[in-house]
Structures are given as structure tokens and as C-alpha cells.
């Protein structure tokens, strides 16, 4: 059976279906963090048009937060394709942490992307896809007002979109929102 995760943020719901099926071990810390409240207060604060959304890191003042379960495994196992969820990186295969992103478009580049020059297939793993059956926020309003967000004194500013709070459920909304 499916979880759903839902991110009630600032601008509406997002609805993500853990895929365990194709990243066991990376949802199992995705629902460790979740229950930590890692991700409640944090905000979007990467947005490249036709590219991807990214958050799960910074909160709105420009801080940090310490992931607490530690490195992730690579898990590749699919593609990433419009409106997949996938665990960001920091330039080794293993070194994902609570950082991730939802790709606005099939960005193939990222299923090889290049590490110290020689290319990995599959660095960048996915872990769940955008769902929802009413969808109340989209993609491009995320995109926008996040790639409208300015730094101000080290922090990002009052348009930030953030994540208020997570929620899991299992209720079934399968239909992928994202296409």
C-alpha cells in the first residue's frame, strides 16, 4: 500500500505518493523526517522555470536545519519525469540528506548526471510523485512566487512559500497531478 504525503503550505496543498516500491530505504527516512517535523516552517527557496521546485532545507531566515537521520542511499530505479519527487545530493551518490525537489518537466539529464567527471547513471533517485485530485496549488504559482523570492538580510523574504505542515495519509489519490 501507497502513502501520501501531504504539504500544506502557504499557497495550498501538495499532494506526493511515496513510491517504496522503487526507494524503499529513502522513504522509510522521508517518513523519520516527516515525523520529526523536519519539514514544517521550512520553504521552497529554489525555483527554475520548466525545471524544478526545490526545499525541504532552508526555513524563511536563511537557516539551516541538521538533518536528523544522516546520509541516504542511492535508490535509482525510475526516471525523472514531470512530477516526480527526488532527493537532492550533494555531488556523491550517497550523500543525500533532506534536501529534495519536484521536476517541473522530464529532466533525463538528471538520470545521469556527472560526478568528478565521470557520469553515474542514476545519481539523482526519485522518491515519490506529485498527486492530487483537487488540486489546490500548481506547479507554475510555486514556481513563480518562489523564483520571485529575494534574499533579504541573509534570509528569504516574506513571499517565501513555505510548508507549514506535513501530513501522512493513505487514502488513495493516485492520479498524477503533474503530466
Not at 522521508?30 to 521552497?44: A, I, N, W
Not at 521546485?53 to 514531470?82: A, C, F, M
Not at 567527471?117 to 522518491?127: F, N, Y
Request: charged share 25%; aromatic share 8%; glycine share 8%.
Amino acid at each position: 500500500m501507497s502513502q501520501f504525503l501531504t504539504l500544506k503550505t502557504t499557497h495550498g496543498d501538495i499532494k506526493i505518493r511515496f513510491r517504496d516500491d522503487v526507494a524503499p530505504s529513502t522513504c522509510k527516512a522521508m517518513r523519520q523526517l516527516v515525523s520529526s517535523k523536519m519539514y514544517d516552517g521550512c520553504c521552497f527557496y529554489r525555483a527554475e522555470p520548466g525545471f524544478v521546485i526545490q526545499g525541504g532545507l532552508r526555513l524563511p531566515d536563511g537557516s539551516i536545519r541538521d538533518s536528523p537521520v544522516g546520509k541516504l542511499p542511492l535508490e535509482y530505479k525510475i526516471p525523472n519525469t514531470r512530477g516526480t519527487v527526488t532527493m537532492a545530493r550533494w555531488g556523491e551518490p550517497d550523500s543525500a540528506t533532506s534536501e529534495w525537489f519536484i521536476n517541473l518537466n522530464t529532466n533525463t539529464n538528471l538520470d545521469r548526471y556527472t560526478v568528478r567527471i565521470a557520469p553515474m547513471r542514476g545519481l539523482l533517485a526519485v522518491l515519490g510523485e506529485v498527486v492530487s485530485p483537487e488540486p489546490k496549488c500548481t506547479a507554475g504559482e510555486l514556481t513563480t512566487r518562489t523564483a520571485q523570492t529575494k534574499p533579504v538580510n541573509g534570509g528569504l523574504d516574506a513571499e517565501a512559500i513555505r510548508i507549514e505542515r506535513t501530513l501522512w495519509t493513505d487514502k488513495d489519490c493516485s492520479q498524477r497531478y503533474l503530466r
